[in-house]
């Protein structure tokens, strides 16, 4: 049998189905809704990809910013759940979407924001998830050196060969490249089969984690911070309260704006989107407990407090725990870096070029661009940038709340699929733009800048202008959803809406294309027979039926 090898090509294989017809600008196979026989994801899927998310470096070290502001590591804890209890709301209620119309992020945006218009979200989306996969890399990059380190002591005294203005030594780049490769496997993989890696993760961590926690508790007898008091009171405890609410939602706002990314893949009823409201409270809580105790039986043990979790274990004398430990960093550095960063900032590239773009390619696109930021630069020296990037979130609130709103208020979950895939269908709006989302999400983030200025440049005194800022992801929400709702009721966009929704199940029927992939890229009409891979097919099945049957290879 004589092999033959597919030519890559520049651009990517094109969507065949009646999404894509006569609009291959805004389409392509990764794109268009996904299939009934694609759709894997169970709810033990979402559960382990949260436990994934959850278990993760950040989420340790929560506790740590808040504490610096003045507050205890009680009110910390309570703060963590807080956010997390407000922000799964939004994660749902933009993941149900998902669920119903099984298209990614970049597609449903065309809704409320018009085709051109929601080029907004997606391009503040894309960055964010380059900037913080570059920042992840090199977290993970320092559990690699502690890795390695704990097999190879000398290598942590490695001689440095780059210039000390670059930030970096040779040994944590040596780190960086290794971590960087191992992501690589794991770009390529699509998004059906990555739930297997958050289920290694969701168990190999938290048990990691857990026996922390037991050491913790074993082997110091004298945690004094767990009976610390507030440094502060009245208006300063209040602001510094609603300020680090802010903060922690803020690490997480991106999810609540594309969260279909990964809802589409769900096989399950959209009801179990809000198994998101108890269990991210209960995650996410647990993990910053966890790096709470940690840092402050360290501090007993060895009198540094160390929020950074390798800095902690670097004090310890097994070679073989430190090893385990790191390895388990390193893990939950590479599940959140796909599950929040690259997954996400590929849709979006797909989304911006998608005749050469695909999940795949965007994903390594994604890793290549992380070089050209040079995240060792920004950490070591670049504190307004990190500052900027951190603060960006409070874009990301009104984004949410529009796409929210516009689906359960404005609409009535009544949306058209096909459309969103049609540039001069009635997600139009004016030339491509919905001005009423543009002039809300302005009116959301305007009494965030004083603040957010401050926040880049500190000595920018902005007054009390920097008050607002330090709740600007509760106000830039729910100020947005009140501009957004109102201009809908005042100014209704009549030609969006329609008297029951239209799902992809529905058009993918009407249209008679089959449901089961074949060894093509291309979708045939039932009952037409075509080669494909040298070989014929008849595709066979009723029109409207929810399961359709495999097609058979005729000999």
């Known amino acids: 049998m004589k092999l033959q090898f597919k030519r890559p090509h520049l651009k990517v294989s094109p969507a065949k189905s009646a999404f894509s017809e006569g609009n291959p600008r805004w389409i392509n196979r990764d794109l268009e809704p996904v299939r009934r026989h694609e759709r894997k994801w169970t709810v033990l899927s979402f559960i382990v990809y949260w436990l994934s998310d959850g278990f993760n470096a950040s989420a340790w070290q929560f506790a740590s910013s808040i504490i610096a502001v003045g507050l205890t590591w009680r009110e910390s804890l309570v703060i963590v759940a807080v956010a997390f209890f407000i922000i799964s709301f939004v994660i749902s209620l933009n993941g149900a979407v998902g669920v119903i ?102 168990i190999l961590v938290p048990i990691a984690w857990i026996a922390i926690l037991i050491w913790a508790f074993v082997s110091a007898k004298d945690m004094d911070m767990f009976d610390q008091t507030a440094t502060v009171s009245g208006s300063a405890y209040a602001w510094g309260w609603l300020a680090s609410l802010t903060s922690v939602i803020g690490n997480y706002a ?48 060895y009198g540094e407090l160390n929020w950074d979790p390798m800095d902690l274990i670097s004090h310890w004398p097994s070679r073989a725990a430190r090893f385990f430990v790191a390895a388990s960093f390193a893990l939950a550095a590479l599940g959140v870096n ?39 630069k920004i950490l070591a020296s670049a504190a307004s940038f990190l500052n900027f990037m951190a603060a960006y979130a409070v874009f990301l609130g009104p984004i949410a709340s529009i796409m929210a709103c516009d689906f359960w208020i404005i609409h009535e979950r009544k949306y058209d699929t ?53 709740f600007g992801w509760l106000l830039g929400f729910f100020g947005t959803a009140l501009v957004y709702i109102l201009l ?15 799902l992809p199940d529905d058009v993918y029927d009407a249209s008679g294309y089959m449901d089961e992939p074949t060894d ?36």
């Open 418 to 470: 096909l459309a969103l895939y049609q540039p001069y269908s009635i997600y139009r709006y004016t030339y491509g733009i919905n001005w009423r989302a543009i002039v809300s999400f302005f009116v959301g983030v305007a009494p965030n800048l004083p603040g957010f200025i401050n926040s880049i440049n500190p000595d920018v005194d902005v007054g009390v202008g920097i008050h607002p800022y330090q």
């Open 520 to 555: 093509g890229e291309s979708n045939v009409l039932e009952g037409q027979t075509v080669p494909i891979d040298e070989e014929n097919i008849v595709i066979e099945g009723e029109k409207g039926r929810k399961d359709r049957h495999r097609s058979e290879k005729i000999l």
């Open 101 to 202: 119309h099984h298209a990614p992020f970049p597609v449903i945006a065309r809704a409320s924001w018009g085709f051109w218009g929601s080029y907004v979200p997606i391009i503040s989306r894309a960055v964010l998830g380059v900037f913080w996969f570059s920042i992840m890399t090199m977290n993970g990059a320092n559990s690699v050196r502690v890795m390695i380190g704990a097999i190879w002591p000398s290598f942590l005294t490695l001689p440095n060969h780059i210039s000390e203005d670059q930030g970096i030594a040779t040994n944590t780049m040596v780190s960086f490249l290794i971590f960087w490769l191992f992501q690589i496997p794991f770009l390529c993989m699509h998004p059906n089969t990555l739930r297997w890696l958050f289920l290694v993760k969701s």
């Open 254 to 301: 991106t999810l609540s704006v594309n969260q279909a990314d990964f809802s589409r893949y769900s096989r399950v009823s959209v009801k179990w989107q809000l198994l998101y409201v108890p269990l991210l409270p209960i995650v996410f809580t647990f993990t910053a407990f966890v790096g709470i105790a940690a840092t402050s039986s360290g501090a007993a043990q």
């Open 488 to 502: 809908g009721k005042v100014f209704p966009p009549q030609e969006t809406f329609i008297d029951k929704a239209v």
């Open 338 to 376: 796909i599950s929040a960063n690259s997954l996400s900032a590929a849709n979006d590239l797909t989304a911006l070029f998608p005749a050469y773009v695909n999940i795949r390619r965007g994903q390594l696109l994604c890793a290549l661009l992380s070089w050209a930021l040079v995240p060792w």
